[in-house]
Nanobody
Framework: QVQLVESGGGSVQPGGSLRLSCEAS????????MGWYRQAQGKQREMVATITSGSVTNYIDSVKGRFTISADNAKNTLYLQMINLKPEDTAVYYC??????????????????WGQGTQVIVSS
């Protein structure tokens, strides 16, 4: 089992910044890739950023240049730095981990563990 706990969400004005964190519990499973996905009210889930154990990253077009995904392997922690936030970024953000897929895929079906989510609200 892998447990993921997100933190760092909150409410900011448009143009503001937030950094999300996701701490992964230590386990004997090897995590090959991790990512952040979000779900806005009334909309489908979408993967926004992913990273492999080899630090290869991938982003959806709408966040490129504004979001940065990174990982601190010593701390078992995944981050999502978000700048220039827009109202359309408002959503619950979830951390995901894959113990069997090694590419920075945006396919949610390739991830087998998820956190509980942290709310991000971007509003003036």
């Amino acid at each position: 089992q892998v447990q993921l706990v997100e933190s760092g969400g909150g409410s900011v004005q448009p143009g503001g910044s937030l950094r999300l964190s996701c701490e992964a519990s230590r386990s004997h499973f090897s995590i090959n890739a991790m990512g952040w996905y979000r779900q806005a009210q009334g909309k489908q889930r979408e993967m926004v950023a992913t990273i492999t154990s080899g630090s290869v990253t991938n982003y959806i077009d709408s966040v490129k240049g504004r979001f940065t995904i990174s990982a601190d392997n010593a701390k078992n922690t995944l981050y999502l730095q978000m700048i220039n936030l827009k109202p359309e970024d408002t959503a619950v953000y979830y951390c995901a981990a894959s113990t069997w897929f090694s590419e920075p895929t945006m396919d949610l079906g390739k991830y087998d563990y998820w956190g509980q989510g942290t709310q991000v609200i971007v509003s003036s």
